[in-house]
């Protein structure tokens, strides 16, 4: 049996070369054996930064390295199917950043192919292993707080989109790139599937991208109906200036679990002005830096162990439908039934 | 000139109360001169506990008392249309307990009435006079968090619904018993009115309401988008049980803005259990009980400097037609357009 | 018997206002009948505001008036203990303001000529009644955190001192001024006496006091043991600028309490520099208003119900000797032993 | 050149193990090569997790091994000035566990040792690497605040004191054990040395200790002056049982500085009991282990780089004279001058 499980890094963005870093050293069993990305600058950087040799343009021949045993998946989203897929028929196990794919029918295929070839698909929804987001969820099913009624999730990013994400048909907008995480919190913390939802956005903060892109949204709300019958609210905003943003409450029958904060330290400064002054967490990196960890140990005993994920092509594939759906309900105004 | 200006108490249930204990003492040029309500144990317990020997079981009369030059209305909402126009017929100007009434047509009657009789018509939203609402309002005024793009509210309650309630034909539900509030705070913010709404609600904590009452929720969320383009969340909800809950979001293209605290005091006990433990409030009356003082007093100020109330007539009927076409929306799961 | 007790204000400084307005209305069975003040303009205003047609320079006027049942003595320190034995000679009970005199002595006379004229005498440490402080209390009385360990207790106040605190022999200085509260706040959560006290002071903050009043001192710590073996800790400052600052730990073997907020409401605002800002509490005044009021009520209580008030005489003079004896460890860099 | 720093650790307890884990992987080039600790179960668990082959159970003949180049000592404090002088001898560099030594003496010679062989010697004051003290120190030292006037800084740990501590002529106690780092701290933030110190213990929670141990503490407080006339308040606590409690604050004369949080995530739970609860930390092994792997850093970039580490002998030897003269003042009841 092999000690370590050598691991690829598929696209050498911000997100991927978090789980990198962790798989150089501090998961136990894995190691990170190659990089690739077709932009040469960055695979140098990333082979550098990461101490690999092997570097590949076309993540098909990395496929072909011995050495390598799973992949993770961290290119843009339009890519994931095909090198899923093809991770899959190379008998990879898979690490897949979120949102999952473009479409629910590219998430089907990816499933179908890791399960025909009986790989691991893992999606990175890592809120799941943060340490406040996993206190919650036991709290709740121990039912400290009963029934579960509403949830409320909402995630707000502090940078300007990129031009890319304007093109809605083209990023799946803002409900993908950044309330992913809240429809799958929303999921979770409810135990159920999305049965009516009703999504509304605007675009307030980016005029550049309104002529050319009208159906551009950089606010969203949305207002969620569950099969077993709990509520659900979400908000979403990008480039909101005064950080990241990323705050969940559970209402139950008896009580309520709040979560999240948005400070970056614990330093207070009261000023001659009577104002006091916290300093404000600026991205998910810093926040979630413990939850990517506990995401990638958790990849690596699932293969080694022969688990399930904990957060499953299943997970990812609902998450997607819910965006598509979603962005219909914007766009058309209306209501949508997702049963 | 009259030194102070007579109140009149018409309903002593415990909103009429606080503002009766108010207009004792601490209202500056205002006594209360007397008080109506038809149950006979109120009245005479009202009576004794304001000091006030003028006691009345039909209000009627009550506005024929040469001593009483204004009301408070704090009766039954069923009751609020009646006693508005019986006190404008009179010349009292009225200050009148949310919501303003059952139905629209109602709340412009009681405009009507008080305008043709040239007396204030004052709506007691008291979180307009809370120290933190004004100043986040003077904030978002100041322009410090940009324009406004999203403002959330929410209000649950502690206690059981009284079974009074629990029609919502009879009681407009909670959305007007616990969401009024919630409603004026997001036309306030906004400075918009109501354009197009989505609300949900569902009975999660009063089974016993199940076979009678199909149609009672306790539990309501609502998604408003405004005439102005802005976006509102609201969430409503009845027998939480784990305190008084009535915070405020407002996100701004430049900023946010939080408010509501949910303690009730500043004690925090740190125990072997290695848990931290705060107390939290238990019910409007203290978390707001120095907004009723200043709205109390902004009403008399208005009438003795001929002032138009912070919180008109207009404002009342606004939330009571979101109401209404929220409990549409809710019973036909549709999306209603208020334009 | 009178259904309301006469209360007499002298000296109608800040303290003494607030005290005379509560006293107005929100006091049940009291109501303030006079006042007196040796400076015109004060007491004309103070009459003013009031309501009250009674004035008078000297109080040993005011004494006479039949009217008059007890009194808040809210002049300069150095005149309670005078105006404290009048009122107590002419049977009038007797709420003095904090600190309770200049010596030991002179509070020794005070609570010999108000037991041997049996009139009641309450010392305003008004922490004692706010709501924080007293649920803090009751919890550690109920064994919530074992035995107490060590008390710590912080005032602060944003203003600069009044040239006349520069003279400490006049003044006693910042530890009577500021920490007379936190001195009261030890003893009462340790149920014990001062044993043994070594106290610091120094000059930051007020250089034009340095030249003539070279023992001035605007900060202070003073570390305490008591007889029951307890420890304490207090520091207090003047001039901090940055908000009124009064927070208490109560330490004990098997767990912590805090208390104590800093913010005048809460509000906080998120702003585009990534810092999150909160406004301070500016003064006691607002903070402690409450406490105030059930402070008065509590007089009252006790003259009509012939109970002991629960700051006694005793809690003033004990506070006034440490007050004393902590000058005299800052003067002469030593260690004081109590008993 | 090397590529890589050979760490050897000579001492497998808690806080070895913790420098262990970050010298594998997280610190850039650096690795552990070795690991030395006399009892040879902890040694061969330590080998083990560590990945490491090579161990010794004598620290001299480790720094024979030419794989070593720089020693981490996180052995019983007693036996750190042997190792060092040995480690000095044997041109290794040194990172050093707190407190440095058992005295002054032994901190000297340590420092001599060093220097006249001409390695690096940094005290392992980790908290001057927390991103929150150093956020605090920058803006300090930006003159956010003004001028310093009193810092004050308390450590309480939740756990039984070992029986090894209750000689506190073998252990110097909690003031070492417990309060090196608020020592630390205080001349950190104060920027100048221990002019003048008064400490009193006492033994609250320990009762076992108290017939063989009379001298043994489990609390302490300490006042203290500065030669810059800075003041400072110090308090330590063993066996809270609440959970572990660093905090700290600098009060200038401009403003307040407050840093520290007690909470293990941001989970809060609000329960039908009307009280709502937080997790406390329950050790400094996770609140500071992002300060540990900074500490680890930055001795190695001192090592490639030829610079002196930012916390040196000087003021481990420092934090030592003030512990032991802590312990005089705590034992002779006396204030001690250090200058």
């Known amino acids: 049996m092999k000690t370590k499980i050598g ?6 963005g911000r997100a991927g070369m978090i789980h990198a870093r962790n798989f150089i050293a501090n998961v136990p069993f894995a190691k990170i054996v190659a990089v690739s990305d077709p932009v040469e600058e960055s695979r140098k950087a990333a082979m550098e930064t990461l ?12 496929l072909k390295d011995p050495a390598v045993d799973a992949v ?7 890519y994931h199917r095909d090198a899923c897929v093809a991770a899959a028929e190379a008998g990879k196990d898979v690490l897949c950043e979120k949102p999952m794919a473009m479409t629910v029918e590219e998430c089907d295929e990816m499933i179908r192919a890791c399960r025909r070839h009986n790989v691991k698909l893992q999606i990175a929804f890592m809120r799941r292993f943060d340490a406040s987001f996993r206190a919650a969820k036991e709290r709740v099913d121990a039912g400290e707080i009963g029934d579960v009624v509403l949830v409320k999730s909402n995630t707000r990013g502090p940078n ?17 790139e950044v309330c992913s995480h809240d429809i799958d919190t929303l999921r979770w913390f409810t135990g159920s ?26 606010n969203v709300m949305m207002s969620c109906e569950f099969e077993n019958g709990m509520q659900g609210q979400i908000d979403g905003a990008q480039y909101v200036k005064y950080g990241y943003d990323a705050r969940v409450e559970i209402l139950g029958t008896d009580g309520l679990i709040t979560l999240g904060s948005t400070y970056a ?8 002005d009577k104002k006091s002054e916290a300093t404000h967490v600026t991205g998910w990196q810093s926040l979630f830096s413990a939850a990517y960890l506990e995401e990638d140990r958790h990849f690596i005993d699932c293969i080694l162990n022969d688990k399930t994920p ?8 609902m998450a997607v439908k819910v ?11 209306r209501i949508i039934d997702l049963l």
Chains 1, 2, 3, 4 share one sequence.
């Open 7 to 12: 691991v690829c890094l598929i696209g050498a």
């Open 51 to 62: 101490g690999v040799s092997a570097g590949y343009a076309d993540y098909r021949e990395a």
């Open 72 to 78: 993770i998946i961290a290119t843009p989203t339009k």
């Open 160 to 176: 300007k989109p990129q031009p890319w994400m304007y093109d809605i048909g083209k990023s799946n907008g803002p409900l993908a």
């Open 193 to 218: 599937e999305y049965k009516r939802i009703y999504a509304v956005g605007g675009n307030y903060r980016c005029p550049d991208a309104r002529a050319d892109f009208p159906d551009f949204y950089d």
């Open 265 to 272: 330290d614990s330093v207070v400064v009261f000023k001659p």
């Open 310 to 317: 904990a957060v499953t092509g299943w997970d990812g594939m």
């Open 323 to 333: 965006v598509i759906e979603g962005n219909r309900s914007i766009r058309e105004h």
